[in-house]
C-alpha cells in the first residue's frame, strides 16, 4: 500500500514576469514500508541542523517560526536532506500548476482546484 499527502497553494503574484495567479496542487506519494523509516530520517535531519523537533517543515515557513529566522543555509541543507532521504526511499510526488489567469479565467478558484484534483488523482492512481 501506499499513503498519499496532498496539499494546495497559490500565489496571487508571483516574482516572474508574465504570470497570473498562479493555483496548484501537490501529491506526495510514500511507500508504506517507508513511512517509520522517513520520519526517523526526518528527525535526524533537524536534530543535526538544530531544528526543534515540533517545527513544521514548509517551503515559505510562517513568520516568527525557527525556521524562518534560522538563514537560507539550515533551509537548502534541510531541504536537500528530505529531498537525498525521499529519493533513496521510493518516496514520488506530483505537481501541478496552473496559470489561471490563461485559462480556466471563467471558473472560480474553487473550482479549478477541483479540476486540479481531478488531475491529481488521476496522475497518482
Known sequence: MKLVFIDDSSQREPAREGL?????????????????????????????????????????????????????????DLREGLLRSAIDRGITSVVHVLDHSLVYRDRSVVDVGQELLRWTYDKVA
Open 20 to 76: 497570473g495567479t498562479l493555483v496548484a496542487l501537490g501529491a506526495v506519494i510514500v511507500p508504506e514500508s517507508q513511512v517509520i523509516g522517513f520520519a526517523s530520517d526526518l528527525a535526524a535531519i533537524k536534530a543535526r541542523l538544530g531544528v526543534p523537533a515540533e517545527e513544521e517543515v514548509k517551503w515559505n515557513p510562517d513568520k516568527g517560526s525557527y525556521l524562518a529566522g534560522a538563514g537560507g543555509a539550515v533551509a537548502t
